[in-house]
């Protein structure tokens, strides 16, 4: 097995067109905006401080890290570069793992969008959702198969036709039904700006939205095939960030202007709002239309997500962190293996609709606990820029956050107190929707954080020799 910082080929394919849209892809899923709609005008106070909190350190330390070592690899290289191997394999596995819960839960909203295009009363329907669930899962596991060139390019077509366009239309609609007159469910006032803290179950869904702007450090693992990557790689994470910021901001306001607060379904709300819309202005031929394009927008995101993370997490089989079965590539240089791994996961993981009262409580726990493990991978990024600083004082990095020490302690910190703070409120069930027994909820959550973090340790306790291939070191033949 051969790993380089290069393609087969020594040819780099993806420009930073392709590059802000795969970010875009990995970020701008229109399906979060439910969630956030369902805090009403207040929902813009949030934005900022997710934005300020979360998102600008993210894009920030991502910047630095990836143009400092912008081989293929990401967070595994960078947090194996500040504390060795074994935590550099507990982050890469943790960015992977996250998405075994959150698959299930981004197919949900394509199974809803595709009924309310064809037969809408089957929208509810948790065996129907599953098998949706289950064959787009392993169609767009194939596709990857054919490699990453045709992969990337999927992505960028759905993310500009099923979320850029879609977004921008029900912005211009929400913007329509204001200038007209028309009703709306959104009191704007300055009193309305200010969320309700008065109970702790208000914020739950806050959590959530971290994991909308989540992902921007994904993309580093297509960093050998990026053109330029030390130049285009910063540029690219900003036009992303400031993208899908807007998109979303905007976008959950257009929702939350004709659904109720406390009518919102989180699996269902955008494609409900939409029909609102389109229904009032007397053009609801289009939702149709508007249906099928969601539905390629969000496959374009699950498509990012599906080979970004397993590349990255394959980078790791360098240094013999995953068994031989698991190494093997095809033609196209791509881990199938593990591609059909991660596919027969995700297939068990779906079964949690099947056990929850309904389907936003199933989307809402999955949600849940898909960010909480992101989070804790988030730490560990913060932590690293931090050791990195002192340990790599030298590596050239082309883009580098201002100050020697203070500028990167200032960000890593308040990024850290984010993620901590996100990770305990998540434990909490929101309000706004029935989740069942507390008790099975919590739970639930504990128990699958539990052994999603012991896996990578116990994996790393069975490494041997034999897993390194080709590339074992001298010190153990």
């Known amino acids: ?66 143009t400092g070592w912008p081989k293929s690899g990401g967070i595994y290289i960078w947090v194996r570069e500040a504390f060795g191997d074994t935590w550099g394999f507990v982050a890469i596995w943790l960015q992977w793992i996250h998405n075994v819960a959150w698959y299930p839960a981004i197919l949900s909203f394509i199974a809803t969008t595709i009924a309310y295009v064809l037969y809408p009363p089957i929208a509810t329907n948790i065996y129907y959702v599953v098998i949706v669930i289950l064959a787009t899962f392993w169609g767009i596991t194939l596709l990857n198969f054919k490699g990453i060139k045709m992969s990337a390019w999927f992505s960028t077509f759905g993310v500009i036709a099923g979320t850029i366009a879609p977004g921008v239309f029900l912005i211009l609609l929400g913007f329509l039904w204001l200038t007209t007159g028309r009703p709306s ?164 993981v779906s079964m949690v609709f099947t056990l929850m009262p309904n389907l936003s409580s199933a989307y809402w726990i999955l949600t849940a606990l898909s960010t909480q493990l992101y989070l804790l991978m988030y730490i560990l990024m913060f932590l690293s820029a931090i050791k990195l600083r002192y340990s790599h004082p030298l590596v050239p990095r082309a883009y580098k956050i201002p100050h020697p020490h203070k500028g990167i302690w200032a960000v890593s910190i308040l990024g850290i107190l984010t993620c901590i703070f996100a990770f305990l409120i998540l434990f909490v069930p929101p309000a706004q929707i029935e989740t069942g027994s507390n008790f099975i909820f919590e739970t639930f959550l504990i128990v699958g954080l539990v052994i999603m973090c012991s896996i990578p340790f116990i994996i790393h306790s069975f490494k041997k020799p034999s897993w390194y291939g080709d590339n074992k070191p001298d010190h153990l033949d």
């Open 1 to 66: 097995m051969e790993l380089s910082d290069t393609p087969k080929g020594g040819k780099r394919v993806i420009s930073i067109f392709v590059l802000v849209m795969l970010n875009v892809a990995i970020m701008a899923s229109l399906r979060n905006l439910p969630l956030v709609a369902s805090y009403g005008f207040s929902v813009l106070s949030l934005f900022l401080i997710v934005g300020i909190c979360f998102l600008l350190p993210c894009a920030l330390v991502s910047a630095e890290l990836a």
């Open 185 to 348: 469910q959104i009191t704007f006032s300055f009193n309305e700006l200010i969320p309700d803290l008065s109970k702790i179950e208000n914020l739950s869904f806050l959590g959530g939205l971290f994991l909308a702007f989540a992902g921007l450090e994904v993309s580093s693992g297509y960093a050998s095939e990026v053109k330029n990557p030390q130049k285009n790689y910063p540029k690219g994470i900003i036009f992303a960030a400031a993208i899908t910021f807007f998109l979303f901001m905007l976008g959950s306001l257009s929702i939350g202007i004709v659904i109720p607060i406390d009518h919102v379904n989180l699996v269902a709300g955008l494609m409900e709002a939409l029909k609102v819309f389109l229904d009032s202005f007397h053009i609801s031929w289009l939702l149709p239309v508007l249906g099928i394009l969601l539905v390629f927008g969000a496959i374009g995101e699950v498509n990012a997500w599906i080979i970004g993370p397993v590349k990255a997490l394959f980078t790791t089989t360098e240094h013999g962190n995953l068994p031989p079965y698991f190494q093997v590539t095809n033609k196209k240089n791509v881990p199938v293996n593990l591609l059909v791994g991660q596919a027969i996961i995700v297939t068990i």
